[in-house]
DNA sequence: ATGGACCCTGTGGCCGCTACAGGGTCAAGG
DNA sequence: CCTTGACCCTGTAGCGGCCACAGGGTCCAT
């Protein structure tokens, strides 16, 4: 059989939805295997290509950083090893998503008390810049009249 | 009155438990004063530097970007002008808080589909290598025997 | 005088891109 | 045949918010 009709970089954005300053930049990180290059020079895709570009684009989408998706790839293609190694990526991901959830709702907490204390009258009785400041001990600063 | 007794970095850094390159990186961006100097050209830290830099990590631990920071301090030096915009300035960071709680809510519920479906078989058949995989139609990749 | 703990400036690295600058290539239209 | 304009190439610098050097200077106790 042919080869198959192969395309440019330009392309492979329009296709994937992704930059192509940020394909380039996946090859370079190792993400993306380096195509092959037309006489002028050009990058020349393929199918295999697009497959691993959305395979990369969806993992980052789900919040995988680029080492995991680097080995989330690599574990991919040995079809025949259990999925063990895979399942453990991914759980790991979970857990660091759910970390930073719970770092985020106390910060939310946090917060909403600031926001809720102010009584919009002057900066200087301002509970979010009181909570904000240190507690120096209740005489205040010394040089104030 | 006399003034104050100066302190080096590295005791500003000790009180409020900031790395010393960090103290000196608010500096160059301008969250911190420059303090003055001591003839051996060391830095002499005053009680109103122990104070900003305490709000500028209160502020960082609750999220605040350092623009925003930067901000915060302008607006708590304007002691008697109302508190409205630091509390706009509040608020918007609560919602961006609360904006990516619900992005990883979301990241999170995929996640666990996802894990859930691992029926621990080979990776040839792993659901979430499946999910990452793009769908080229039921017929598989072609060159599968 | 010397050792060790501190301090100084300046630079480069981290992540994951993004945005240039300054060129080359290619197909269509005049 | 030549120009135009859309694309492509490499390389470098920038974002935020630091952290970690290297290669020096300073200070204090012994």
């Known amino acids: 059989m042919p080869s198959e009709i192969p ?8 296709a994937t939805g992704t930059k192509v300053e940020t394909i380039r930049w ?3 990180v190792g ?5 092959e ?17 959305s395979f990369v684009r969806r993992a980052r989408d789900l919040g995988f950083s680029l080492d995991q998706v680097r080995d989330l790839l690599q574990l991919a293609d040995d079809r025949n090893q259990p999925c063990d190694a895979v399942d453990r990526v991914a759980r790991e991901h979970l857990e660091e998503v759910e970390r930073k959830i719970a770092d985020l709702e106390a910060l939310r907490h946090e917060l909403r008390d ?3 204390q102010c009584r919009h009258g002057t900066v200087a009785e301002c509970r979010i810049v ?5 507690q120096l001990g209740p005489a205040g600063t ?3 009249a």
Chains 1, 2 share one sequence.
């Open 26 to 28: 996946y090859e370079r």
């Open 31 to 35: 993400v993306l295997a380096a195509p």
């Open 37 to 53: 290059r037309t006489s002028g020079n050009y990058r020349a895709y393929g199918a295999e290509h697009l497959e691993r570009l």
């Open 7 to 14: 395309f440019s970089i330009g392309d492979l954005a329009k």
């Open 142 to 144: 010394s040089q104030e």
């Open 130 to 134: 009181q909570a904000l400041s240190p």
């Open 114 to 116: 600031l926001i809720g």
